[in-house]
Every structure is written in C-alpha cells, then in structure tokens.
C-alpha cells in the first residue's frame, strides 16, 4: 500500500511540474526562440516616408524606438504627468507607442489631441486633456482607426504581420516586432504589468481578441 502511496505523490508531482513549466512558458517567463522574417520568406516591409529626416524609414524607425524605449527597463506604473510623456522611468502600454512613434518624428500627444479636436463625437470625451489623453488605449484605437492603414487581423496570415505595425487588444496595446516564433507569428514590444520579465513577448496567439492591427499611413 504505501508504494502505491508514494507511486502516487511521485506521478502528482510530475504533473504539478509540467503544469507549472507549461504556464511558465505559456506567459512568457521562460523565453520562447525567436525566429525572423528570412525564416519563412518574408519581406521586411519599407516605408517611403522618413518623418524625421534621419535617414531611416518610418516603418523601421518605430521598430526600433520601441526597442530602444523599452531597452531602458521603464517600471510598470500608470500616473499622470503634466509633462505628458513620463520623465521618472515609470510608463504602461500606451508609452511604448508613444515612445515608438516619437522616436519616429511622430508626437502623439499633439496628433492624437488635434483629432480630438477635430472629431469629439469619435472619442466621447467632454474635456480633452493632452497630457493624458494620447496614453489611453482607447483614444489610439480611435486615432489610429482615423489616421492609420488598418490591415488584417487573422495571425495565420503572417506575411501581413510586420515588425513596426501597432497591434491593439481591448485594454491593450503594443508595437509588433521582428522577430517570430516557431509558427511564424510575430512577437509583440509591450509593456503590460509589473511582474512581466520580458518586453518582447510571443503572445499575439495567446493574449486574446485583436480588435485593430494598422501600419503608419504614409500621408499622416
């Protein structure tokens, strides 16, 4: 009797082991590979438009302001600055689009505030305020519906999927990356909550509902 008694603990703890590895890798906490867009013959799209004179192209200009935004580590935490941008290292979801967009020439603070201004009846806001306005995920998803190119969101479409686009779930938003995982589906440069390890998370399969994915129009 007491063999099948440790027979059992043994088999109980082999499972509770293989559930806990699974939810360590299904959130992320354990690194997925990454893959790139040469991996499955993609072409990495090039915008026509340098917003900023910088000699990189738009598209892979908010790429890699997302990277390097994040690169500095900002803490998880949602407060207001009457600087608009966070100054203090703090910053949530919205801060790595904005940051990315910045980087690329673009101030959404000022672009997101004029479309306010311009189509109050889109936004459902009574008095506008340009310091916070532009960090709710709510008020880029009117934005960039008004302003951006909106592109599929069906992710077994990977070609359609590339590094620089925005990706918005309900409550949720982040800038799509180059790399990909084992399927092809492209990881997401976000910023959701404090106990999350890594910026660049392979969740776009796994996070829930899409509910906009848009590409910088080249007329913005």
């Given at each position: 009797?007491?063999?099948?008694?440790?027979?059992?603990?043994?088999?109980?703890?082999?499972?509770?082991?293989?559930?806990?590895?699974?939810?360590?890798?299904?959130?992320?906490?354990?690194?997925?590979?990454?893959?790139?867009?040469?991996?499955?013959?993609?072409?990495?799209?090039?915008?026509?438009?340098?917003?900023?004179?910088?000699?990189?192209?738009?598209?892979?200009?908010?790429?890699?302001?997302?990277k390097d935004y994040v690169a500095t580590k900002p803490k998880y935490k949602s407060v207001y600055y009457?600087?608009?941008?966070?100054?203090?290292?703090?910053?949530?979801?919205?801060?790595?689009?904005?940051?990315?967009?910045?980087?690329?020439?673009?101030?959404?603070?000022?672009?997101?505030?004029?479309?306010?201004?311009?189509?109050?009846?889109?936004?459902?806001?009574?008095?506008?305020?340009?310091?916070?306005?532009?960090?709710?995920?709510?008020?880029?998803?009117?934005?960039?519906?008004?302003?951006?190119?909106?592109?599929?969101?069906?992710?077994?479409?990977?070609?359609?999927?590339?590094?620089?686009?925005?990706?918005?779930?309900?409550?949720?938003?982040?800038?799509?990356?180059?790399?990909?995982?084992?399927?092809?589906?492209?990881?997401?440069?976000?910023?959701?909550?404090?106990?999350q390890l890594h910026y660049e998370e392979d969740i776009l399969e796994t996070w829930g509902?899409?509910?906009?994915?848009?590409?910088?129009?080249?007329?913005?």
């Amino acid at each position: 009797m007491k063999k099948w008694i440790k027979l059992l603990i043994l088999v109980l703890a082999a499972v509770a082991l293989c559930v806990i590895v699974y939810l360590l890798y299904r959130y992320n906490y354990i690194p997925h590979r990454k893959y790139s867009n040469d991996d499955f013959g993609i072409t990495a799209y090039v915008s026509a438009v340098d917003a900023d004179r910088d000699g990189v192209d738009d598209q892979t200009d908010i790429l890699q302001s997302a990277k390097d935004y994040v690169a500095t580590k900002p803490k998880y935490k949602s407060v207001y600055y009457a600087s608009g941008y966070p100054d203090d290292g703090h910053g949530v979801c919205t801060d790595v689009v904005a940051q990315a967009f910045l980087g690329a020439g673009y101030d959404l603070r000022v672009l997101v505030n004029d479309d306010i201004l311009a189509h109050p009846q889109d936004y459902d806001i009574t008095e506008p305020d340009d310091k916070i306005d532009f960090r709710r995920v709510r008020n880029l998803e009117v934005y960039f519906a008004h302003t951006a190119v909106a592109l599929t969101t069906d992710i077994a479409q990977i070609d359609e999927w590339q590094g620089g686009d925005v990706v918005i779930f309900p409550h949720h938003i982040g800038i799509v990356s180059d790399h990909r995982n084992r399927h092809g589906v492209p990881f997401v440069i976000h910023h959701a909550n404090p106990l999350q390890l890594h910026y660049e998370e392979d969740i776009l399969e796994t996070w829930g509902e899409i509910v906009g994915h848009y590409r910088i129009n080249e007329k913005m």
